[in-house]
């Protein structure tokens, strides 16, 4: 069974404060990591996906990397509108694109 | 471009009747399309997995005949919770994933809160 852990559950940052995010998994063939952010009483907003060891991507202000059990999602000099719950998800080698996701970290940025 | 809409947002209704929420991908066909229900301050759990003009494939613990799925074509997609009772209120969030791509990145509509009373 496919398993992903982020930590830690909620991070407060001043703003300007770099940091990073984790999120490790347990999956038989990964296809792909996500990482979506969800603002409350919204739906996940998608970021990234990565599909092997050694992949970056960057977006503005993120930064995700993955290796072969973890993924990081850097957050540099974080704005108070980066403040939000920043989900993980993989899709193992089951059929059908099914993800599974963690319970997410809660990320608040203070001015 | 990905844009995937729900409808409605917000529903209250009485116990003993049923809702309907559809799911749309407004810029895109969706081959397949997933729903999703959260509880507060908890993760995603997929309820079901839906292809379009075939049956859904259901989770595990997830009543087949009280969340019907319907997925009539390859930008509409509907959930009908059947009877609701008070412990079906949630946050109900369908995703697509675009056809014939190689990606596998879904893409979520903005979530329908639902309160049954």
């Known amino acids: 069974e496919d398993q992903v852990t982020q930590s830690p559950e909620a991070l407060r940052l001043q703003e300007g404060e770099s940091s990073s995010l984790n999120c490790s998994y347990t999956v038989s063939g990964l296809r792909g990591l996500f990482w979506y952010r969800q603002d409350p009483g919204k739906g996940p907003e998608f970021l990234f996906t990565l599909y092997s060891a050694g992949e970056e991507k960057e977006k503005e202000r993120l930064k995700a990397t993955l290796t072969k059990k973890e993924s990081f999602l850097h957050i540099t000099a974080p704005k108070p509108e980066d403040s939000a719950t920043y989900l993980c998800?993989?899709?193992?080698?089951?059929?059908?694109?099914?993800?599974?996701f963690g319970k997410g970290t809660l990320l608040t940025v203070n001015p | 471009g990905a844009v995937v809409s729900q409808h409605p947002s917000r529903v209250i209704c009485k116990s003993g009747t049923s809702v309907k929420i559809e799911c749309r991908s407004l810029d895109f066909q969706a081959t397949t399309m997933f729903w999703y229900r959260q509880f507060p301050k908890q993760s995603l759990m997929l309820m079901a997995t839906s292809n379009e003009g075939s049956k859904a494939t259901y989770e595990q613990g997830v009543e087949k005949d009280k969340f019907l799925i319907n997925h009539a074509s390859l930008t509409l997609s509907t959930l009908t919770v059947t009877s609701a009772h008070p412990e079906d209120s949630s946050f109900y969030i369908c995703s697509a994933r675009e056809g014939g791509r190689s990606t596998d990145t879904q893409y979520f509509g903005p979530g329908t809160r639902l309160t049954v009373l």
């Open positions: 998800a993989v899709r193992g080698g089951g059929s059908n694109y099914k993800l599974t």
